[in-house]
């Protein structure tokens, strides 16, 4: 069985909460890609062999915001340094390398060098991560031999096509990815209306709530998130099972939010669970079944 594990920055959390149910329903995983967020989990996980070990790890190196962010006041590459990152990065995963992994894994980068997919399976596991999940423009992309790899995001938000390469008998995957409307209070309400000297100095004081109203930020923010959405569905539809966590009421950069991030990805695997064990026995007692 292979699972698939999508892009989502921190709403990439409720990876963990699928993990754990399936870890704790005995769903075998014979393989793992993943993009972004995902391709950190991913490595994490068959590097522990335990989701809930893997959810420690991640809470302690990237759970809140002030763990990952350091910002360059004078950037060349990206509003963040990436220092931090980097640190725990090596922190973590050491000089261990792929070979070092349990269960195979492969994650996805994007090569601004050759505008191509660049799959990585192979190498240490620290380049890997910062490699699949350097957002660009937010975090520096990873220079190395003679590619410039920035977030697998741009690429394949969802890796199932990884899955089918592999011919898992049974694909999952999980879309961390939910897009929610501009409105999050009663358009009918002022806040939410341009168009009065009150509603636009509103507009003004929350340009950077992006969750609130309609302004610019918020207008650029939903944009982007409905077009990620829609990517990420598509991919996610291509597999035996999708998981789709309701991450609507986050934002990608909700780091603050790990626990509630990663139960909402316990309730949405919850929901395929069922589902999920008679695909699983089909496969490992087909004669249990006759047509």
């Known amino acids: 069985m292979g699972l698939a594990l999508g892009s989502g920055a921190a709403r990439g959390f409720t990876h ?10 005995d769903i075998p995983i014979d393989f793992i890609s993943g993009t972004s967020i995902g391709g950190i989990v991913a490595i994490t996980y068959s590097l522990t062999q335990s989701a809930y070990e893997t959810t420690e790890l991640i809470k302690e190196a990237i759970g809140t915001k002030r763990k990952v962010q350091d910002i360059s006041f004078f950037p060349r590459q990206s509003l963040l340094r990436g220092n931090k990152i980097r640190q725990t990065a ?18 996805v980068s994007s090569d601004l060098g050759q505008a191509t997919r660049h799959i990585i399976n192979s190498g240490l596991l620290r380049d890997a991560a ?4 350097a957002i660009p423009g937010i975090f520096p ?11 697998g995001a741009l690429t394949s938000k969802v890796p199932v096509g990884l ?10 995957a ?26 636009a100095l509103y507009d003004l004081q929350n340009i950077f709530e992006l969750t609130k109203g309609i302004n610019l930020g918020s207008i650029i923010n939903h944009s982007w ?42 309730e949405a695997a919850r ?14 007692e087909p004669d249990s079944y006759h047509f």
């Open 16 to 25: 963990l909460g699928v993990l754990q149910i399936l870890e704790d329903e």
């Open 90 to 107: 090596e922190r973590v995963f050491s000089d261990k390398t792929f070979a070092d992994l349990t269960i195979p894994v492969e994650v």
């Open 130 to 133: 910062l490699a699949t999940s």
């Open 141 to 151: 992309p990873l220079i190395k031999d003679g590619k410039v790899l920035v977030d």
């Open 163 to 172: 899955l089918r390469k592999r011919k898992c008998s049974l694909q999952i």
């Open 174 to 199: 999980v879309n961390a990815t939910t897009a929610k409307g501009i409105f999050s209070c009663d358009p009918q309400s002022k806040v939410c209306l341009v168009g009065d000297i009150d509603s």
């Open 225 to 266: 998130d409905l077009l990620a959405w829609s990517e990420s569905s598509m991919e996610a539809a291509k597999a035996d099972i999708a998981i789709n966590p309701n991450t609507g009421a986050y934002s990608n950069f909700a780091f603050d939010d790990f626990d509630s991030l990663v139960e909402l990805g316990r």
């Open 271 to 284: 929901d395929k669970i069922k589902a999920m064990k008679v695909a699983t026995r089909k496969i490992l």
